[in-house]
């Protein structure tokens, strides 16, 4: 959940619907499906699909970067974030990445 939002996987694409009318902001749709709940943080969405971490601007809806699955780990599993940190858990390791919001400033 962040602070406009309320985050819903449908299996086939995350919707942003928001908190005071219900109503979809926006829509990312993929191919295939995938159940991983995405995460906010400071402005962005993180999710994490198969083969690749999403980095998606909350007002938009804009996927704005594509980090692929780090070499030792066949597909991520989860996301979570903290004040300075974006946690992406693969089948094999932990990897921890700079924040959206910090890789611009």
Avoid at 12 to 32: P, Y
Avoid at 46 to 70: A, F, M, W
Wanted: with cysteine.
């Amino acid at each position: 959940m962040g602070k406009k939002h309320i985050y819903v996987n449908t299996g086939g694409s995350l919707a942003a619907l928001d908190k005071e009318t219900g109503e979809i902001n926006w829509r990312v749709e993929w191919l295939g499906s995938d159940w991983n709940p995405p995460s906010y943080l400071e402005g962005y969405v993180y999710h994490v699909r198969d083969y690749e971490l999403l980095v998606i601007d909350d007002n938009s809806g804009e996927i704005l970067h594509e980090e692929p699955v780090p070499p030792g780990g066949s597909y991520f599993w989860n996301v979570v974030v903290s004040e300075d940190k974006v946690f992406a858990q693969t089948s094999r390791q932990l990897v921890a990445y700079k924040p959206w919001h910090c890789v611009l400033a």
